[in-house]
């Protein structure tokens, strides 16, 4: 299983950015994907997931009112939608993908996370 992901940049405090990532090689769509982020010296940690099974999505309070998680158009990827960036949102975002979950269960738990992609940076100018 490869993960690539797309998008991140530049943005200023208060502005929009999308993040997008693919999952190919022996996928399913039972398979919950994720993303995390990292800033140095700190622990990655849980942003947003979403359940392929059911579409259910999963979003750390940190963010829940700023970032949306969806399923894109093609087939296992997805999209993180950010708006009302914020400085402190600067960080590598990483995607990532679990194995197969319940219907309507979001895994959240970095360790559970089997594959992993390469991150993009996002960076927010106060």
């Known amino acids: 299983v490869q993960l690539q992901a797309f998008g991140g940049g530049l943005v200023q405090a208060g502005g929009s950015l999308s993040v997008s990532c693919v999952a190919s090689?022996?996928?399913?769509?039972?398979?919950?994907m994720a993303w995390f982020r990292q800033v140095p010296g700190k622990e990655r940690e849980f942003v947003a997931g979403?359940?392929?099974?059911?579409?259910?999505?999963y979003i750390a309070s940190s963010v829940k009112d700023r970032f949306t998680i969806s399923r894109a158009n093609v087939k296992n990827a997805m999209n993180l939608q950010m708006t009302s960036l914020k400085p402190e949102d600067t960080a590598v975002y990483y995607c990532?993908?679990?194995?197969?979950?319940?219907?309507?269960?979001?895994?959240?738990?970095?360790?559970?996370?089997?594959?992993w992609g390469q991150g993009t940076l996002v960076t927010v100018s106060s």
């Open positions: 990532a993908l679990a194995g197969a979950a319940p219907a309507g269960y979001v895994e959240t738990r970095e360790s559970r996370f089997r594959y």
């Open positions: 090689g022996r996928t399913s769509s039972s398979y919950v």
């Open positions: 979403i359940s392929g099974r059911s579409g259910a999505t």
